[in-house]
């Protein structure tokens, strides 16, 4: 039978380590083009970190007016954290892939 | 293990030119990338892979237009009556004809006074599974979708409240209306409503291809077996055209050397989106060239060819558009698989026009 190399990968070390008990999570997961959260509350100044987990390359970004950013094109296997300083409402998508959509809440 | 260092170099090389950012200002503070080790997953079996392209059951509807056959039938009517368009002269049907599999066949599209557009004509078959419509994605719902070709001053150039009125004093139209929608009156929202109802019933028959992926062995031939192992390895095809319609609806600058900037148009300021467009479903793609947003590649073998050798190099091509290092045999190969997805589309004639 052929067998297939699959463009996956797997993530074998978390990027930002352990958050320790009682911390909630606040890395945002790519894999299989989709957000694994859809929403996520964090503090002001409060670190986000968009991991991707996928095989593809994603582009994260929001047009938010307060809190808009872009990551540009993110490739498999590296992390990038986001903060904002501004409370308020944040829809966060894939500009490559906007079927990936998610809201993050900002709290003073 | 070649392949994962080099995969390692590229997450550093990629990563090094990151933050690149369009869209920024001082609420949002972006920290640095950190790079992951990472592996190639355990190796698929090929029966598991072929299971992402099985074929679904049913069409899906969406709760706020959910299907009728009254609506459906209306929508078919609408969608070839030429009355739609302001000089009577193009229906839906004119650039999304069943006998070019809901194409036109042409290299770029025709319009209001048989003046050439900017684009190609997309098929609208499988639109049922879509997201975010046209070559850009400007429109977010099939609905949404209906009225542009309508009421673009390029194409049907026809005013929606015209339109309406129009309708309104056929009497035929009155009552497929009163049918379709029996609590409301005849608007450009039920008019939309109605078609894009039709536009979901139109989906592409079983092919050679879903013959295969149920189990026939025979349904396809060794080079397209081939060419199915390599779209999903070696080509990278399915980086971007997967599931059973092989595709992820997303955009990406394919590298055509063209200067319409496409997705551009809606984010300014992402670089990736400069020349990006919608990636389109490839069932039926044999019988839908030529190919591309403009229409500029003649057949696939040209297509498979464009993407063997990468396009042309600009900041905002995809990374995942480069060259591939494919042999004649192995391009060959791939068009044999693209050519199994061909299925006998139903050729669907005019019904009566409302009078």
Redesign the interface.
Known sequence: ?????????????S??GDAGAGVPDRTVHQKG?KFSVEDVTVAR?E?IVF?N?D???H?I????A?????????????????????AGT?VVIC?????MEMTIKVTD | MTNRAAFRVLVLIIASTLMSSGISNAAALVGDVRHIEIEASPVHALDELMSKYRRPDFIPFPASDAYTSAKAFLGRVLFNDTRLSSNGGLSCVSCHNSGFSYGDGRAKGIGDRMNPLDRRSPSILNSAWGDRFMWDGGAATLEEQVAEPIKNPSEMNQSLDRLVNALQEIGDYRSLFSAAFPDQSITSQTIARAIATYERTLVSSIAPFDRWIDGDNDAVTEPAKRGFALFNAKAQCASCHSGWLLTDDGFHDTGLPDEDVGRGRLFPNVLAMQHAFKTPNLREAARRGPYMHDGSLPTLAAVVAHYNQGGIKRPSRSELVAPLGLSQEEQMDLVAFLQTLTSDVRLDAAPAMPR
């Open positions: 039978m052929r067998c297939f190399i699959p463009i996956a990968a797997v993530l074998l070390v990027p930002w083009r100044h670190p991991l987990d095989t593809v390359p582009n970004m929001s047009t938010s307060e809190n808009g950013f872009d990551l540009g094109s993110q490739m498999p296997g590296t992390a990038i954290p986001v903060s904002f300083s501004i944040v500009a490559i892939h906007p079927r």
